[in-house]
């Protein structure tokens, strides 16, 4: 019986960690999640109307969009080098 439980937990654990290590990676949305995505990612700017319409270009390209308001652009390597002609970040 102990032998089932530490195989079960062991699963579970497992699961756990490739979930998150590959959530919210690249190509992990659907085209239909990038409004709801955005609409977190961009929760906490003053300038709302312009990231959401930058996040919702830079989501449909690279199906991702980093966790949280700011930041945890490694997560989408995509979303963070895609880059304005003036070399800036296209990607809030």
């Known amino acids: 019986m102990s ?3 530490c195989l079960t937990l062991l699963l579970c654990v497992t699961a ?6 590959y959530a919210g990676g690249e190509g992990s949305l659907r085209p239909e999640d990038c409004k709801a995505a955005c609409d977190v990612r961009c929760s906490a ?3 709302l ?3 959401i319409m930058y996040c919702n270009l830079c ?7 980093p966790s ?5 652009k490694e997560e ?3 979303y963070n080098n895609w880059k304005t002609q ?3 970040p296209k990607c809030p």
């Open 45 to 47: 700017t003053q300038y």
């Open 86 to 88: 003036e070399g800036g």
């Open 59 to 65: 989501c449909a390209k690279c199906l991702c969009v």
């Open 76 to 78: 989408c390597p995509c």
């Open 49 to 51: 109307s312009a990231c």
């Open 3 to 5: 032998k089932l439980f």
């Open 16 to 21: 756990f960690l490739i979930q998150n290590t």
């Open 68 to 72: 949280g308001t700011f930041g945890n």
